[in-house]
């Protein structure tokens, strides 16, 4: 069993960065897709990244392309994403996922999230 915890999240002002991590524990992921979702209040969730085993293979949402990095350290078992240029519309939680291949049909393990707000 996998467990994912993300953590960085928090209030940004418009324009401003931050860095989220989603630390896995129970077993190495480094075989894994690793994705970042986000939820917004009365929205559904939507996917936002992800990364191969490798990191060889990237996918953004387009609307956070050239914003966002993932990048992940299958050292420390870890997924990172990167967000710069923060705007409103990136408030939300972000969860971060495992899946074992891509595209995924299913998503083995989910974190709990974290809050993301940002401040016009």
């Known amino acids: 069993q996998v467990q994912l915890v993300e953590s960085g999240g928090g209030l940004v002002q418009a324009g401003g960065s931050l860095r989220l991590s989603c630390a896995a524990s129970?077993?190495?992921?480094?075989?894994?897709?690793m994705c970042w979702f986000r939820q917004a209040p009365g929205k559904e969730r939507e996917f936002v990244a992800a990364i191969s085993g490798s990191g060889g293979s990237r996918y953004y949402l387009n609307s956070v392309k050239g914003r966002f990095t993932i990048s992940r350290d299958n050292a420390k078992n870890t997924v990172y994403l990167q967000m710069n240029s923060l705007k409103p519309e990136d408030t939300a939680v972000y969860y971060c996922a495992a899946a074992r291949s891509w595209p995924a049909r299913l998503y083995d393990y989910w974190g709990q999230g974290t809050q993301v707000t940002v401040s016009s």
């Open positions: 129970g077993r190495t992921v480094s075989n894994y897709f």
